[in-house]
């Protein structure tokens, strides 16, 4: 079974010290061409899809005492420019649906696909803390049901929106002067505990119609979403056993939606930091533990690329994993090592094949393009 590859591109990497090393690039983080060059570098590597971080989350009182890297750029803007410089890398930005209305979030996702001629995937996120509600002022800050119950509603608006234009609603008849045909627009009419939504979207359906939805299984509370919407779920676990626990709550709650749990890979999270050898990658963590402790919850791999590529093999051949998102604990250096020593690794054992297909991201996953849901249910189906 070939894995699935995902990297996950976290400014100067997941570690909140990776700033300090020496091949660290922190006065370029909230440039362009940083981002630019990530993402071309990925795609080299023949990745499936990076997903960029974003979170409204205020950095803390004490961070710039501690020395975290304070300040982040919006994901999908950042998707946004490097997608006309990238023609096979999956881009997918996350997006909070907490404080965003769910009108917005389908214009910049479809925005997005049709930039990326078909790329675009979105991982919706939720925003836990008061701080973050006290940013808007609009709501108080909730618990996670509260919160996973408005992003499966949020979720359905979006879908709706993405279908609110048929196919074949642009029209271009000069003949008689008519841009769209107004008979293919639908209201969604939308009402639920949370949103109220009557549309249609101002964007036409894009490439993909439906672009990539990448959900989090990690919470019980999230599984209801995830059963009805994700394309793609991310886990993370200490150890493959947690892995593959997550892995089959996933599949269940996929399956109690009704659909083939078997048309949704699970990508396992895994920290990334490579060297040539175990005791220089060992020594590189330490260091940067020592300014900083970093994240432990998510399954490290600080050593070799051949005992990444073990590690990978493990899970996806163990049925904990349909592959793995990789998350550089350091930048650029960790995807320059993922470039140029685990991919090729995978490549020569056969695991991976030498070049990334082209075509869309759907695609790439094996998800045929949806349906119109108003087009369907105008047909009686």
């Known amino acids: 079974m070939t894995p699935y590859l995902a990297v996950e591109l976290d400014a100067a990497g997941r570690h909140p010290a990776a700033w300090r090393l020496p091949d660290a690039e922190p006065a370029r983080l909230f440039t362009a061409d940083y981002w630019v060059s990530l993402a071309r570098l990925a795609e080299r590597a023949g990745l499936d899809l990076a997903v960029i ?6 950095p803390p009182d004490d961070a710039q005492r501690r020395g975290t890297v304070v300040g982040r750029l919006d994901a999908v803007a950042i998707a946004a420019r490097v997608a006309p410089l990238t023609d096979r890398l999956g881009l997918v930005p996350m997006a909070t649906t907490t404080h965003t209305e769910p009108f917005h979030l389908s214009k910049a996702i479809a ?66 002067g008519r841009y769209i045909d107004r008979g ?18 101002i964007t036409p359906r894009s490439p993909q119609a439906h672009p990539l939805v ?36 996933a599949r269940d709650a996929v399956a109690a939606a009704g659909r083939d749990p078997d048309s949704v890979p699970v990508l396992l999270d895994v920290a990334t930091l490579l060297a040539p050898t175990v005791r220089e990658a060992r020594r590189q963590l330490g260091q940067l533990d020592d300014w900083l402790p970093g994240p432990t919850a998510t399954l490290r791999s600080a050593g070799t690329a051949e005992e990444l590529a073990g590690l990978i093999t493990d899970a996806v051949c163990g049925g904990v994993a349909d592959g793995v998102t990789l998350i550089p604990l350091a930048l650029p250096s960790g995807l320059r090592a993922i470039a140029d020593h685990l991919v090729p690794l995978l490549v020569e054992r056969g695991s991976r094949s030498a070049e990334a297909p082209a075509g869309t991201l759907r695609a790439r996953f094996g998800l045929d393009r949806p349906a119109n849901y108003f087009a369907r249910s105008e047909a009686g189906g």
């Open 111 to 176: 925005t997005l696909d049709f930039v990326s001629l078909g790329r675009a995937g979105w991982q919706p996120e939720v925003s836990r803390t008061r701080a973050e509600a006290d940013l808007f002022g609009r709501k108080d800050a909730a618990g996670a049901g509260v919160l996973w119950r408005e992003a499966a509603e949020a979720v359905r608006v979006v879908a709706r929106l993405w279908d609110s234009w048929e196919d074949d609603a642009v029209i271009r008849d000069r003949a008689t």
């Open 53 to 58: 971080p974003d979170s409204f989350e205020p």
């Open 184 to 201: 293919k627009l639908h209201y969604i009419d939308f009402a639920g505990e949370f949103f109220s939504v009557k549309g249609p979207s």
């Open 214 to 249: 990448v959900l989090r299984g990690d919470e019980p509370e999230a599984l209801p979403l995830v059963g009805e919407w994700a394309d793609v779920v991310r886990v993370a676990a200490s150890d493959l056993a947690g892995a593959g626990a997550a892995r089959r709550a």
